[in-house]
T-cell receptor, first 114, second 109 residues
């Protein structure tokens, strides 16, 4: 059982380039989330999806977009990367959209924008 | 504003007990989570409290006082593998999950 997989593991990207971070889960969870984690700050929610076909904005959505075409996949796209988007990105999922449900995290993508 | 406070770093000795505190000021409260995160890895679920009191799970226990906006994670019989960051997160009245910055726990032999 893989749980949640993310790709790539790490990436160095030139500013202005477009980049898609991939996230796939095999737990048939309804809800999925994208977070960024920066040193000294808590996890910050970028976008979320309560169920396939729906998405919503989190705390820091600017510069990012997501789609949820099916239950398993939840890609995050940076349309034109900027250095402030250098961070570790975690994808997570939970059985339902009730926030009291435990969230399960992928291994993360370390992104550096130069 | 919403705020969760945890100590940045703590040091403890192998075999000892350590208590990691978390205080929160949020718009409402619908539960508090503790997660463990080893360096370079993903956070993993440890505990969930929604009612006042102590929840015990093996070597780990979590306490909640809603009236004081306070929780702690108690780790007993510390092992070297417990060296990690411990994240406190609170669900507010809008069911938004608010995360603390985490406490880095260093275990010394």
């Amino acid at each position: 059982i893989a749980g949640i997989t993310q790709a790539p593991t790490s990436q160095i990207l030139a500013a202005g380039r477009r980049m898609t971070l991939r996230c796939t889960q095999d737990m048939r969870h309804n809800a999925m989330y994208w977070y960024r984690q920066d040193l000294g700050l808590g996890l910050r929610l970028i976008h979320y999806s309560n169920t396939a076909g729906t998405t919503g904005k989190g705390e820091v959505p600017d510069g990012y977009s997501v789609s949820r075409a099916n239950t398993d996949d939840f890609p995050l796209t940076l349309a034109s990367a900027v250095p402030s988007q250098t961070s570790v990105y975690f994808c997570a999922s939970s059985d339902s959209s009730v926030v009291t449900d435990t969230q399960y995290f992928g291994p993360g993508t370390r992104l550096t924008v130069l | 504003g919403q705020n969760i406070d945890q100590p940045t770093e703590m040091t403890a000795t192998e075999g000892a007990i350590v208590q990691i505190n978390c205080t929160y000021q949020t718009s409402g409260f619908n539960g508090l989570f503790w997660y463990q995160q080893h360096a370079g890895e993903a956070p993993t679920f440890l505990s969930y409290n929604v009612l006042d009191g102590l929840e015990e799970k093996g070597r780990f226990s979590s306490f909640l006082s809603r009236s004081k906006g306070y929780s702690y994670l108690l780790l007993k019989e510390l092992q070297m593998k417990d060296s990690a960051s411990y994240l406190c997160a609170v669900t507010d009245s809008n069911y938004q999950l608010i995360w603390g910055a985490g406490t880095k726990l260093i275990i010394k032999p």
